[in-house]
Protein backbone atom coordinates (compact mmCIF):
# COMPACT_ATOMS: atom_id res chain seq x y z
CA UNK A 1 0.00 0.00 0.00
CA UNK A 2 2.82 2.58 0.81
CA UNK A 3 4.54 1.42 -2.05
CA UNK A 4 1.39 2.08 -4.55
CA UNK A 5 1.26 5.37 -2.85
CA UNK A 6 4.80 6.61 -3.26
CA UNK A 7 4.73 5.29 -7.14
CA UNK A 8 1.87 6.85 -7.48
CA UNK A 9 3.22 10.43 -6.06
CA UNK A 10 6.69 9.83 -8.28
CA UNK A 11 4.32 9.24 -11.14
CA UNK A 12 3.09 12.61 -10.89
CA UNK A 13 5.84 14.66 -9.78
CA UNK A 14 7.44 13.44 -13.19
CA UNK A 15 4.00 14.43 -15.35
CA UNK A 16 3.47 17.51 -13.92
CA UNK A 17 4.97 19.39 -16.66
CA UNK A 18 3.47 17.68 -19.46
CA UNK A 19 0.32 17.00 -20.86
CA UNK A 20 -0.09 13.68 -18.95
CA UNK A 21 -2.51 13.89 -16.50
CA UNK A 22 -3.49 11.35 -14.19
CA UNK A 23 -7.52 10.40 -14.08
CA UNK A 24 -9.30 11.03 -11.14
CA UNK A 25 -11.68 8.51 -11.05
CA UNK A 26 -11.48 5.39 -12.55
CA UNK A 27 -13.43 2.19 -11.48
CA UNK A 28 -11.77 -0.46 -13.73
CA UNK A 29 -7.76 -0.70 -14.91
CA UNK A 30 -8.48 -0.36 -18.55
CA UNK A 31 -11.46 0.61 -21.04
CA UNK A 32 -13.03 -2.39 -21.79
CA UNK A 33 -13.58 -0.82 -25.42
CA UNK A 34 -9.72 -0.71 -25.74
CA UNK A 35 -7.72 -3.05 -28.27
CA UNK A 36 -4.60 -2.02 -27.50
CA UNK A 37 -2.90 -4.08 -30.73
CA UNK A 38 -5.21 -1.75 -33.00
CA UNK A 39 -4.13 1.51 -31.63
CA UNK A 40 -3.34 4.20 -34.60
CA UNK A 41 -2.79 7.05 -32.15
CA UNK A 42 0.81 8.22 -32.73
CA UNK A 43 3.75 6.92 -31.03
CA UNK A 44 5.53 8.35 -28.19
CA UNK A 45 8.43 10.79 -28.01
CA UNK A 46 11.61 9.24 -26.68
CA UNK A 47 11.10 11.17 -23.24
CA UNK A 48 7.70 9.59 -23.38
CA UNK A 49 8.92 6.15 -24.13
CA UNK A 50 11.25 6.32 -21.15
CA UNK A 51 8.27 7.17 -18.95
CA UNK A 52 6.49 4.86 -20.16
CA UNK A 53 8.85 2.08 -19.21
CA UNK A 54 9.52 3.77 -16.22
CA UNK A 55 5.79 3.10 -15.29
CA UNK A 56 5.58 -0.19 -16.29
CA UNK A 57 8.43 -0.98 -14.18
CA UNK A 58 6.72 0.12 -11.28
CA UNK A 59 3.88 -1.45 -11.72
CA UNK A 60 4.84 -4.80 -12.57
CA UNK A 61 6.93 -4.72 -8.88
CA UNK A 62 3.28 -3.66 -7.56
CA UNK A 63 2.14 -7.26 -9.56
CA UNK A 64 4.97 -8.78 -7.50
CA UNK A 65 3.88 -7.57 -4.12
CA UNK A 66 0.62 -8.63 -4.30
CA UNK A 67 -1.92 -6.31 -6.65
CA UNK A 68 -3.32 -9.43 -8.76
CA UNK A 69 -6.51 -7.19 -9.76
CA UNK A 70 -3.77 -5.64 -12.23
CA UNK A 71 -1.71 -8.45 -13.52
CA UNK A 72 -3.77 -9.02 -17.10
CA UNK A 73 -3.77 -5.33 -17.79
CA UNK A 74 0.15 -5.20 -16.73
CA UNK A 75 0.85 -7.76 -19.11
CA UNK A 76 -1.09 -6.49 -22.40
CA UNK A 77 0.39 -2.86 -22.38
CA UNK A 78 3.82 -4.81 -21.07
CA UNK A 79 4.18 -6.06 -24.82
CA UNK A 80 4.20 -2.30 -26.21
CA UNK A 81 7.28 -1.18 -24.46
CA UNK A 82 9.86 -1.00 -27.47
CA UNK A 83 7.21 1.34 -29.05
CA UNK A 84 4.70 2.70 -27.01
CA UNK A 85 1.62 4.78 -28.33
CA UNK A 86 -0.28 7.69 -26.49
CA UNK A 87 -3.11 5.17 -26.31
CA UNK A 88 -1.09 2.78 -24.37
CA UNK A 89 0.01 5.47 -22.38
CA UNK A 90 -3.18 6.84 -21.60
CA UNK A 91 -4.22 3.02 -20.16
CA UNK A 92 -1.29 3.11 -18.11
CA UNK A 93 -2.03 6.20 -16.49
CA UNK A 94 -5.54 5.05 -15.67
CA UNK A 95 -4.54 2.13 -14.38
CA UNK A 96 -2.82 4.42 -11.76
CA UNK A 97 -6.01 6.27 -11.16
CA UNK A 98 -7.57 2.87 -10.63
CA UNK A 99 -4.70 2.31 -7.72
CA UNK A 100 -5.28 5.84 -6.82
CA UNK A 101 -9.31 5.17 -6.38
CA UNK A 102 -8.18 1.43 -4.89
CA UNK A 103 -5.58 1.67 -2.45
CA UNK A 104 -5.51 -1.15 -0.97
CA UNK A 105 -5.56 -5.26 -1.85
CA UNK A 106 -5.46 -7.68 0.11
CA UNK A 107 -5.35 -12.12 -0.39
CA UNK A 108 -7.64 -14.06 1.94
CA UNK A 109 -5.48 -16.33 3.74
CA UNK A 110 -8.41 -19.48 4.63
CA UNK A 111 -6.54 -22.30 6.27
CA UNK A 112 -10.37 -23.93 6.15
CA UNK A 113 -11.41 -26.43 3.77
CA UNK A 114 -12.94 -25.03 0.69
CA UNK A 115 -16.91 -24.87 0.86
CA UNK A 116 -17.41 -27.12 -2.52
CA UNK A 117 -19.79 -29.30 -4.18
CA UNK A 118 -17.72 -32.22 -5.20
CA UNK A 119 -20.54 -33.65 -7.17
CA UNK A 120 -19.50 -31.94 -10.36
CA UNK A 121 -16.32 -34.00 -10.65
CA UNK A 122 -17.14 -37.45 -12.49
CA UNK A 123 -14.59 -39.33 -10.34
CA UNK A 124 -14.62 -42.30 -12.27
CA UNK A 125 -10.74 -43.17 -12.55
CA UNK A 126 -11.38 -46.82 -12.59
CA UNK A 127 -12.52 -46.50 -16.25
CA UNK A 128 -9.99 -44.45 -17.69
CA UNK A 129 -7.63 -47.13 -16.05
CA UNK A 130 -8.69 -49.07 -18.93
CA UNK A 131 -7.00 -47.13 -21.40
CA UNK A 132 -4.09 -46.20 -19.64
CA UNK A 133 -2.89 -49.51 -17.85
CA UNK A 134 0.06 -47.74 -16.54
CA UNK A 135 -1.30 -44.93 -14.82
CA UNK A 136 -0.40 -43.75 -11.36
CA UNK A 137 0.72 -40.93 -9.67
CA UNK A 138 4.31 -41.07 -9.52
CA UNK A 139 6.43 -40.40 -6.14
CA UNK A 140 9.65 -39.43 -5.33
CA UNK A 141 11.97 -42.08 -3.76
CA UNK A 142 12.66 -40.01 -0.95
CA UNK A 143 9.40 -38.52 0.60
CA UNK A 144 9.03 -36.88 3.85
CA UNK A 145 6.27 -38.67 5.81
CA UNK A 146 3.28 -36.79 5.77
CA UNK A 147 1.85 -34.87 9.30
CA UNK A 148 -0.97 -32.97 10.22
CA UNK A 149 -4.17 -32.60 8.59
CA UNK A 150 -4.65 -32.83 4.74
CA UNK A 151 -5.51 -30.16 2.60
CA UNK A 152 -7.17 -29.66 -1.12
CA UNK A 153 -5.97 -28.09 -3.92
CA UNK A 154 -7.86 -26.35 -6.18
CA UNK A 155 -7.13 -24.60 -9.58
CA UNK A 156 -8.59 -22.15 -11.64
CA UNK A 157 -7.78 -22.23 -15.35
CA UNK A 158 -9.11 -20.23 -18.26
CA UNK A 159 -7.66 -19.24 -21.81
CA UNK A 160 -9.02 -16.30 -24.41
CA UNK A 161 -9.07 -18.27 -27.59
CA UNK A 162 -7.35 -15.93 -30.21
CA UNK A 163 -7.58 -12.78 -27.82
CA UNK A 164 -5.06 -10.82 -30.03
CA UNK A 165 -6.68 -9.49 -33.13
CA UNK A 166 -3.43 -9.22 -34.85
CA UNK A 167 -1.49 -12.19 -33.97
CA UNK A 168 -4.04 -14.05 -33.01
CA UNK A 169 -2.36 -15.53 -29.82
CA UNK A 170 -4.13 -16.29 -26.78
CA UNK A 171 -3.35 -15.89 -23.31
CA UNK A 172 -3.42 -18.06 -20.36
CA UNK A 173 -3.97 -17.52 -16.71
CA UNK A 174 -4.49 -19.89 -13.57
CA UNK A 175 -4.88 -19.38 -9.88
CA UNK A 176 -4.04 -22.46 -7.47
CA UNK A 177 -5.76 -22.44 -3.82
CA UNK A 178 -4.31 -24.87 -0.93
CA UNK A 179 -7.38 -25.04 1.00
CA UNK A 180 -8.63 -21.65 0.12
CA UNK A 181 -5.41 -19.85 -0.01
CA UNK A 182 -4.46 -18.66 -3.05
CA UNK A 183 -0.77 -19.55 -3.30
CA UNK A 184 0.47 -19.21 -7.21
CA UNK A 185 -1.30 -17.09 -9.98
CA UNK A 186 -0.36 -16.73 -13.62
CA UNK A 187 -1.27 -14.28 -16.45
CA UNK A 188 0.49 -15.03 -19.59
CA UNK A 189 0.46 -14.64 -22.92
CA UNK A 190 1.05 -17.57 -25.08
CA UNK A 191 3.76 -18.54 -27.43
CA UNK A 192 2.05 -19.91 -30.03
CA UNK A 193 -0.82 -19.77 -32.41
CA UNK A 194 -3.42 -22.90 -31.11
CA UNK A 195 -6.47 -23.89 -32.97
CA UNK A 196 -8.14 -25.11 -30.28
CA UNK A 197 -7.61 -26.33 -26.40
CA UNK A 198 -6.21 -29.65 -27.13
CA UNK A 199 -4.90 -29.04 -31.00
CA UNK B 1 2.74 -31.55 -1.74
CA UNK B 2 5.93 -34.00 -2.14
CA UNK B 3 8.85 -32.31 -0.50
CA UNK B 4 6.83 -30.60 2.48
CA UNK B 5 5.11 -33.12 5.21
CA UNK B 6 1.60 -32.20 4.41
CA UNK B 7 -1.00 -34.88 3.56
CA UNK B 8 -2.68 -34.65 0.09
CA UNK B 9 -4.27 -37.92 -0.98
CA UNK B 10 -7.15 -35.96 -3.05
CA UNK B 11 -6.63 -35.41 -6.25
CA UNK B 12 -5.91 -31.70 -7.56
CA UNK B 13 -9.47 -30.16 -8.45
CA UNK B 14 -9.07 -28.08 -11.77
CA UNK B 15 -12.25 -25.99 -12.52
CA UNK B 16 -12.48 -24.87 -15.99
CA UNK B 17 -14.66 -23.17 -18.37
CA UNK B 18 -14.11 -24.86 -21.59
CA UNK B 19 -16.44 -27.46 -21.99
CA UNK B 20 -14.54 -29.38 -24.06
CA UNK B 21 -11.54 -29.93 -22.23
CA UNK B 22 -13.97 -31.29 -19.41
CA UNK B 23 -15.71 -33.63 -21.81
CA UNK B 24 -12.76 -34.73 -22.96
CA UNK B 25 -10.44 -35.18 -19.34
CA UNK B 26 -13.63 -36.48 -17.58
CA UNK B 27 -15.33 -38.85 -19.91
CA UNK B 28 -14.00 -42.03 -20.76
CA UNK B 29 -15.60 -42.94 -24.29
CA UNK B 30 -15.03 -39.36 -25.68
CA UNK B 31 -12.53 -38.80 -28.29
CA UNK B 32 -11.17 -36.18 -30.47
CA UNK B 33 -12.39 -36.33 -34.07
CA UNK B 34 -9.04 -35.36 -35.29
CA UNK B 35 -6.25 -37.46 -37.16
CA UNK B 36 -3.53 -36.36 -34.81
CA UNK B 37 -4.08 -36.13 -30.66
CA UNK B 38 -1.86 -34.32 -29.26
CA UNK B 39 0.51 -35.40 -26.23
CA UNK B 40 -1.32 -33.16 -23.98
CA UNK B 41 -4.81 -34.94 -24.57
CA UNK B 42 -3.53 -38.19 -23.43
CA UNK B 43 -1.29 -36.30 -21.01
CA UNK B 44 -4.39 -35.15 -19.16
CA UNK B 45 -6.09 -38.16 -19.15
CA UNK B 46 -3.52 -40.05 -18.20
CA UNK B 47 -3.52 -37.74 -14.90
CA UNK B 48 -7.15 -38.37 -14.52
CA UNK B 49 -6.88 -41.97 -14.66
CA UNK B 50 -3.30 -41.70 -12.11
CA UNK B 51 -5.97 -39.73 -10.01
CA UNK B 52 -3.66 -36.89 -10.07
CA UNK B 53 -6.36 -34.26 -11.33
CA UNK B 54 -10.23 -34.28 -11.55
CA UNK B 55 -11.74 -31.85 -13.91
CA UNK B 56 -14.89 -30.30 -14.28
CA UNK B 57 -16.75 -27.89 -15.52
CA UNK B 58 -17.76 -23.99 -14.04
CA UNK B 59 -19.50 -21.17 -16.10
CA UNK B 60 -17.40 -18.42 -17.13
CA UNK B 61 -19.26 -15.77 -15.10
CA UNK B 62 -17.75 -18.23 -12.08
CA UNK B 63 -14.06 -18.90 -13.12
CA UNK B 64 -12.03 -17.15 -10.89
CA UNK B 65 -8.93 -17.31 -13.61
CA UNK B 66 -11.47 -15.28 -16.40
CA UNK B 67 -9.97 -12.31 -14.64
CA UNK B 68 -6.54 -13.24 -15.40
CA UNK B 69 -7.32 -13.58 -19.39
CA UNK B 70 -10.03 -10.78 -20.39
CA UNK B 71 -10.54 -7.45 -19.86
CA UNK B 72 -14.21 -7.53 -17.49
CA UNK B 73 -16.58 -4.93 -16.73
CA UNK B 74 -16.31 -2.69 -12.95
CA UNK B 75 -19.16 -5.50 -11.75
CA UNK B 76 -17.45 -8.88 -12.86
CA UNK B 77 -14.28 -8.05 -12.10
CA UNK B 78 -15.51 -6.84 -8.45
CA UNK B 79 -17.45 -10.48 -8.38
CA UNK B 80 -14.28 -12.60 -9.04
CA UNK B 81 -11.22 -10.92 -7.23
CA UNK B 82 -13.85 -10.34 -4.11
CA UNK B 83 -13.81 -13.97 -3.65
CA UNK B 84 -10.20 -14.36 -3.13
CA UNK B 85 -9.00 -11.05 -2.12
CA UNK B 86 -11.02 -7.65 -0.31
Known amino acids: MDYIKAAIDTIRGSIKDTRWKIPGIAKTPMQSSFVPELDQTPELSPDDTTLYQEMIGMLRWATELGRVDILHEISILSQYQSSPREGHLEQLLRIFGFLHCKPKLTLYMDSQLPVFDYSIFKMEPGEFKEYYRDAEEQFPRVMPIPRGKSVVTTAFVDASHAANKITRRSHSGHILFVNRAPVKWMSKRQQTVETSAFS | ?86
Open chain 2, 1 to 86: MFGIPIENDEPTYILCDNETVVKNSSNVESTLNKKHSAIAYHFARWNVAAGVIAVAWVPTGENLADAMTKILSESSRDYLFGNWTY
